[in-house]
């Protein structure tokens, strides 16, 4: 019973993660039609950068404590992330609005290649140890073990979240990006920016996509250039999962996919004798979601779309 | 372009080319074996390329796990024609005394086929899936194979996990090694150059192949459900029917290239087939230009050899900048900047299929301005 506590700790920490990266997938890709494969790459970048930050910290002034440095690194971090993304989406994608399908998505390819490559050259390519930021002393809830950086986890996570509904509820940027995803012209022509519109979508992404990263970081205690790639394609498939284009889709697919991800590497060793070991865990994901389009091939909440001519 | 190039010239110029790529890999030769392996992988990579180019091309299924296929024919072509499986089972080693060494003519049948079955497997659930969709399917299950390749060292061991297939015979073609040099009128062919006529008499069957599939019934129906789905259907085209054609011919290209490759690195391993070279094989279609034959095998050569070419030549680089940048890290900068630049500036592709046939270019006057073109796409992408 300890174990399986524990499992859903770790899976509600993983899916939320997951849960963050998702919603720039999604939100883009409900904009603007596109699978930026350079979201995971941001992420990359703004946990690096958060990374050289602290370390330079750490350095000056020794004295700080350790949660308002971590601080100072997301607030920053998310500022060059951001940056980038909406640099990123002016050079790669708009020029390539009215172009086939495919194009954008090799630019989205070559970009996050390029990100990879750049961030190789400038940090070196090995893995760097992130600082342990917040007190280490682990909680115990009913026989599971649970860090002071997880619980930070799962709290920014709910913040964001939260942030993130209430802006696309409730605001006038959210309105205009919902009328922007359900039809770009006749947004305009009520008067939406459609250009505006999208730039804000990626520098949103980008802001949760360095949230996620800066936790992700912490959690696994390393950082290195590669090390956007897998949560990006996890975090994909959760969004594909949960139904692309739909926000709360986003969320609920991370967060079953983290739980089913961890409770799955957990149990298959058990379930199948030894034979299988949680060395498979990265293809849970992926086995769930085939079965899972098969079955409802538009995604968890995802509307039925009725192809069109 | 097509008005100098008349039936005379053409015939010249076919020629040339089929003289120029002949005598390639014997000059290649002089300069170091390296060389004519770089003119192999390129080979190889058009060979891929092209099989992509019937699943992505011509039936516009984006398909990102299409290196699945080829392991899977690395893989059969590495176990049927290796060691491993006689040291590791007694009851085979007890079935083939003088160990496993199938021949060239069991084992490339046998890829192709194992292939294309895994390609029509894979088709099948995804039938119902529109295309990003069907990206992620497709992504997903070349992870599925590789995480297999690497972890099916136990319980029992088939794929002898990350270490990889060893000593995997060379190609043997009527009792002539490939693996061993030839020495022909007193002028010694090296083993790589065989390795080339093989490979491109095989890309030239494939090109072959896909130059009369391209004007067939078969891939007229493949470009009409390209186009659009529901007209090609209410056309009386069996979309289920060739949308598994197209991923099982597509496979079977990856299959049959794979069994070359295991034959000609006599070695295999799960490294080879990450998602990153799913990935460079989809940009080779769509840098060179998506569905166009002449478009496809120049992305994928621009692709896979000029960056080897550049790793010769970046050594003075790399002492310039203290071993920053050093070519593999070069390579992939160029890589990556090749994909951004070349799409910004040509979207569709360096060498794209001409415009909707020849009745446009004789009556221009007919055609609406560009930008009204663009302007009706758009608007029906987005409804």
Redesign the interface.
């Known amino acids: 019973m300890e174990i399986l506590l524990q499992q859903i700790i770790n899976g509600l920490i993983l899916g939320s993660m997951y849960a963050l990266i998702a919603l720039g997938y999604t939100m883009v890709y409900g904009i603007i039609n596109l699978i930026n494969f350079a979201h995971g790459d941001v992420l990359m970048v703004g946990a690096l950068t958060s990374w050289a930050i602290i370390i330079k910290m750490q350095e000056s002034m020794p004295g700080m404590p350790g949660w308002l440095m971590l601080l100072v690194a997301l607030l920053i971090s998310c500022v060059v992330a951001a940056v980038l993304n909406f640099t990123i989406e002016k050079v790669a994608y708009r020029p390539l609005h009215n172009s086939p399908k495919l194009a954008p998505l090799i630019t989205a390819i070559g970009m996050s290649l390029l990100l990879q490559t750049l961030a190789m050259i400038i940090f070196k390519p090995n893995y760097k140890p992130y600082p342990t930021l917040l007190p280490v002393k682990p909680f115990e809830v009913g026989g599971a073990v649970i860090t002071t950086t997880q619980i930070m986890i799962l709290g920014v996570t709910a913040i964001s979240l939260a942030a993130m509904m209430y802006l696309v509820n409730y605001t006038k940027l959210g309105r205009a990006m919902r009328a922007t995803a359900e039809n770009p012209r006749v947004a305009a022509l009520m008067g939406v920016k459609p250009d505006f519109v999208i730039s804000a979508t990626f520098v949103i992404g980008a802001v949760l996509a360095t949230i996620a990263g800066v936790m992700y970081a912490s959690n696994y205690g390393t950082v290195q250039h590669t090390m956007g790639f897998l949560p990006g394609l996890k975090a994909f498939t959760a969004a594909v999962f949960g139904g692309i284009g739909n926000l709360a889709g986003a969320v609920v697919g991370g967060i079953l996919l983290g739980l089913i991800e961890s409770i799955g590497s957990g149990y298959i060793g058990v379930v199948t004798g030894g034979v299988l070991g949680s060395n498979y865990s990265d293809i849970f994901a992926f086995i769930v979601l085939i079965i899972m389009l098969t079955l409802r091939p538009s995604g968890l909440l995802g509307e039925r779309v009725a192809d069109r001519a | 372009m097509m008005n100098f190039i008349n039936r005379q010239n053409r015939f010249v110029l076919i020629a040339i080319a089929a003289i120029a790529l002949l005598i390639l890999p014997l000059i290649l030769q002089q300069g170091g074996n390296a060389w004519v392996r770089i003119a192999d992988a390129a080979l190889l990579y058009v060979l891929l390329a092209l099989g992509l180019n019937i699943v ?1 091309g011509y039936a516009g299924l ?1 398909d990102l796990g299409y290196v699945a296929f080829y392991a899977i024919g690395a893989y059969l072509f590495g176990l049927l024609a290796s060691p491993h499986l006689t040291d590791h089972f007694p009851w085979i080693a007890a079935m083939f005394p003088q160990g496993l060494h199938l021949p060239l003519w069991i084992v490339i049948p046998a890829a192709a086929a194992l292939a294309g079955i895994f390609g029509i497997l894979l088709g099948a ?2 039938l ?6 069907l ?3 497709t ?3 070349g ?2 194979i590789r ?2 390749l ?2 099916l060292d ?2 029992v061991n088939i794929t002898n996990g990350p270490k990889g297939l060893n000593q995997i015979d060379s190609i043997h073609f009527f009792n002539q090694n490939l693996g061993r040099p030839v020495e022909l009128f007193g002028f010694e062919i090296a083993s790589v150059s065989l390795y080339y006529y093989l490979f491109l008499a095989l890309v030239l069957f494939s090109v072959l192949i896909c130059f009369r599939l391209e004007r067939s019934r078969i891939g007229r129906a493949w470009m009409a459900i390209r186009e ?4 090609a259907k209410a056309m009386g085209i069996n979309t289920r029917n060739l949308k598994l054609l197209a991923f099982g011919m597509g496979a079977t290209f990856g299959g049959v290239s794979g069994s070359m490759f295991a034959a000609f690195q006599n070695f295999v391993s799960p490294e080879s087939f990450s ?1 990153m070279e799913s ?1 460079m094989i ?2 080779m279609v ?2 060179g230009g ?1 569905g166009h034959l002449p478009g496809v095998i120049l992305g994928a050569v621009l692709l896979s050899a000029l960056p080897e070419v550049l790793r010769y030549v970046a050594g003075p680089l790399q002492q310039m900048t203290d071993g ?2 050093d070519s593999a ?1 070069l390579r ?2 160029l ?6 630049i070349v ?2 500036m040509r ?2 592709g360096l060498w794209p299929t001409p415009d909707h046939g020849k009745s446009l270019q004789q009556k221009p006057a007919a055609v609406p301005p560009p930008e009204a073109v ?1 302007e009706v ?3 029906g ?3």
């Open positions: 992505v984006l659930p995804t119902k899936l529109r295309g990003d969709y990206a992620i399917v992504l997903g299950f992870e599925i995480v297999f690497n972890n136990q319980p659009d789905e529901i007209a998602l990935v989809v940009a769509v840098l998506i920053r940048l890290i992939q900068l890589i990556a900047l090749a994909m951004i799409m910004l979207p569709r663009v796409a758009a608007s992408a987005a409804h």
